[in-house]
Structure formats: structure tokens, C-alpha cells
T-cell receptor, first 113, second 115 residues
């Protein structure tokens, strides 16, 4: 079965430092990968998806099929990046919907001033 | 607020009772999803609807769980004979668009506590 692993439950960095949130997945096909974020007292929301190859709020993520990873990176962390981050995958094209996702356990990122 | 709305925000019930949650999606969204999230875990997919049709159900959705979306608008999730293991946050999400550009919009969730 497909699985998403986020090895770090907690990650702390100082403002201006680079940050990398790790995500590994187990699936032999070609999944679609996503990062979702939940800021304090806000709803879960999409941050970015690998098929868009976009950079949102300075974050990027590259799908590495050889290492089955989709790590989230930002070169200079900001205090407002403090949040819970979830990596998720969709079994495209087997799935009929990109909304059916398998989530990791999440990583709480704290950016200190 | 024109986002996804879920009611109630919190529900405390005794074991064995039935509970029902409601989700109102963003009005033009044709897809609606239910997820469950327990403490320290990411959301887990339960089921989803396209318009009024329930297209997929997870094995997590036991016989005690039933979801409906009668007119392709709001949805309800009912849990019969609740058990303590049902205690969780129940999240609803909606989306529209084609498969390749689908984006989920989540509600604030209903926190269920079974005593």
C-alpha cells in the first residue's frame, strides 16, 4: 500500500536560515505529490503541487523518483512560516480524483526570531 | 465566509450514541471529500462524492459510518453506535475543476469526543 513518511515531527530553525522538510513515499508508480500547510488557527490549505513546478511563499519541492522523495525547501525561513506541514500523495493516474490523498504524519516547523 | 462550512465544531457524545455531522461545500464545487484525523496523525481519506454520487469509500469507513450528499450540495456523515475509537477530527473538503488542476479547500472540521 502507498505510504508517506515525514521523519521529523518537529523542526526548529532561526529566521533567515535554510529549511528543509523531508518527505518520502512508497509507491512504485508515478504519484502526484503535494504539500499542504496549516497555520495556527487556520484551515488546512494547499501549499504546492509538484506537477505545477511552482514556488509558493519561497518554498519549492522537487520530486526525486530515484529516492522516492519530495522534500520541501526554503532558502531563508521567516517567522510566518511557522506551521504544520503535511506531505501528501495521490495515486494518479490510477485514482479518479486528485482529492483522494494519502497524508504523512506532518512536521511542525517553528521559526525562531 | 464563503469557504467550506462544517457543523458542529465540537461534539461530545456517549459511547453507543449516534452522531451526524454536516458539511456545506463551496457552492460551485462538485466534489466533496470526508477525511478523519486522529491526534498526531495526518488526515485519512474516508469517502468522496462527485455531485450526489458517492464514488469511493475507504476501508476505514465501517458499516457504522454512512455519508450522503442528496442533492449534490451539502453532505452529512453519520456514525452509528459510536465507539471511543471514533474520537477524531472529521474534516470535509470540496473542489472543482478538472482532475489535473483539482485543488482541495478544507473546512475547519468537527471535533468528535466519544466518552
Amino acid at each position: 500500500a502507498q505510504r508517506v513518511t515525514q521523519p521529523e515531527k518537529l523542526l526548529s530553525v532561526f529566521k533567515g536560515a535554510p529549511v528543509e522538510l523531508k518527505c518520502n513515499y512508497s509507491y512504485s508508480g508515478s504519484p502526484e505529490l503535494f504539500w499542504y500547510v496549516q497555520y495556527s488557527r487556520q484551515r488546512l490549505q494547499l501549499l504546492l503541487r509538484h506537477i505545477s513546478r511552482e514556488s509558493i511563499k519561497g518554498f519549492t519541492a522537487d520530486l526525486n523518483k530515484g529516492e522516492t522523495s519530495f522534500h520541501l525547501k526554503k532558502p531563508f525561513a521567516q517567522e510566518e512560516d511557522s506551521a504544520m506541514y503535511y506531505c501528501a500523495l495521490n495515486l494518479s493516474p490510477l485514482s479518479t480524483s486528485y482529492g483522494k490523498l494519502t497524508f504523512g504524519q506532518g512536521t511542525i516547523l517553528t521559526v525562531h526570531p | 465566509d464563503t469557504g467550506v462550512s462544517q457543523n458542529p465544531r465540537h461534539k461530545i457524545t456517549k459511547r453507543g450514541q449516534n452522531v451526524t455531522f454536516r458539511c456545506d461545500p463551496i457552492s460551485e464545487h462538485n466534489r466533496l471529500y470526508w477525511y478523519r484525523q486522529t491526534l498526531g496523525q495526518g488526515p485519512e481519506f474516508l469517502t468522496y462524492f462527485q455531485n450526489e454520487a458517492q464514488l469511493e469509500k475507504s476501508r476505514l469507513l465501517s458499516d457504522r459510518f454512512s455519508a450522503e450528499r442528496p442533492k449534490g450540495s451539502f453532505s452529512t456523515l453519520e456514525i452509528q453506535r459510536t465507539e471511543q475509537g471514533d474520537s477524531a477530527m472529521y474534516l470535509c473538503a470540496s473542489s472543482s475543476g478538472t482532475t489535473t488542476n483539482e485543488k482541495l479547500f478544507f473546512g475547519s472540521g468537527t471535533q468528535l469526543s466519544v466518552l
